[in-house]
């Protein structure tokens, strides 16, 4: 079995495609190549030459292959999935290449989305202290992993929830209305929560505002304050979403 790569035994085989066609993400250009073994021996096809035009490197990165695994048998064929992937911040747009096969250039148009994929480390925290008006900070790093700018959003108000808030409430409702159905019993619940719900906690992002260029990284500074009804007995905990991703948090008194 011959093996096939960018720099050998690639005249071996031929394809159908005029035009190859990948279409994604720079981490996951899809698409369909349909090979053809020529030749009179097995062939494993590992990758195939690519040939950038004058000035492309810089936005399709150094690789000069195109990974295909694929095993074909004298005079077989196979219509192959191709998956490719360019350097993250690849920008948006189309980009034309030549792929060598079977001794000649086939044209190989790269279709590269808009991704925002945005790096969020660490996403959970915990503090001490719940005194109303106490605030909280932490550092978080950012990096942007897309080929788009990401502008670092705000927050003004995260929720501190006390952790016995709904067995407490439920205790209470059953103990003094549960002996008078349900409907009471879900209204004195309603009630519990209301009663003993703490207000929103003030939150801020001191680098909101900013913006983050693909392939950058900063840290960012979140500052949480206790709000003016906590108890500073209870233990709380809550979360928040920066863009797709949930910050965790956990106070402890």
């Given amino acids: 079995m011959l093996k096939v790569t960018a720099d050998a035994f690639h005249e071996k085989l031929n394809t159908d495609n005029e035009e190859v066609i990948?279409?994604?993400?720079?981490?996951?250009?899809?698409?369909h190549l349909h090979l053809r073994n020529t030749s009179d021996d097995?062939?494993?096809?590992?990758?195939?030459?690519?040939?950038?035009?004058?000035?492309?490197?810089?936005?399709?990165?150094?690789?000069?292959?195109?990974?295909?695994?694929?095993?074909?048998?004298?005079?077989?064929?196979?219509?192959?999935?191709?998956l490719h992937e360019l350097p993250a911040q690849t920008p948006a747009g189309t980009y034309e290449s030549s792929l060598v096969i079977g001794g000649t250039e086939r044209k190989i148009k790269m279709i590269v989305q808009p991704h925002m994929h945005v790096n969020?480390?660490?996403?959970?925290?915990?503090?001490?202290?719940?005194?109303?008006?106490?605030?909280?900070?932490?550092?978080?790093?950012?990096?942007?992993?897309?080929?788009?700018?990401?502008?670092?959003?705000?927050?003004?108000?995260?929720?501190?929830?006390d952790m016995d808030l709904i067995c407490r409430a439920f205790g209470f409702a059953l103990?003094?209305?549960?002996?008078?159905?349900?409907?009471?019993?879900?209204?004195?619940?309603?009630?519990?929560?209301?009663?003993?719900?703490?207000?929103?906690?003030?939150?801020?992002?001191?680098?909101?505002?900013?913006?983050?260029?693909?392939?950058?990284?900063?840290?960012?500074?979140?500052?949480i304050t206790m709000p003016k009804n906590a108890d500073a007995k209870k233990d709380y905990t809550g979360s928040m979403r920066f863009w797709n991703t949930i910050i965790g948090y956990e106070i402890k008194a």
């Fill in 120 to 161: 969020v480390y660490p996403s959970n925290f915990s503090f001490i202290g719940t005194e109303a008006g106490k605030t909280h900070s932490a550092q978080i790093t950012i990096t942007n992993l897309g080929n788009l700018p990401f502008t670092i959003p705000d927050v003004s108000h995260v929720a501190a929830l």
């Fill in 42 to 82: 097995s062939l494993s096809v590992s990758a195939l030459k690519l040939v950038h035009n004058e000035g492309q490197e810089k936005f399709l990165g150094n690789s000069s292959s195109l990974r295909i695994g694929s095993r074909l048998k004298p005079g077989e064929e196979k219509l192959e999935s191709i």
């Fill in 175 to 223: 103990r003094s209305k549960g002996g008078e159905g349900y409907v009471q019993t879900m209204d004195e619940i309603a009630r519990n929560v209301n009663r003993y719900l703490p207000d929103w906690a003030a939150a801020h992002i001191e680098e909101s505002g900013q913006t983050l260029e693909p392939g950058a990284t900063m840290i960012i500074h979140l500052n």
């Fill in 22 to 31: 990948l279409n994604g993400p720079p981490s996951g250009l899809r698409g």
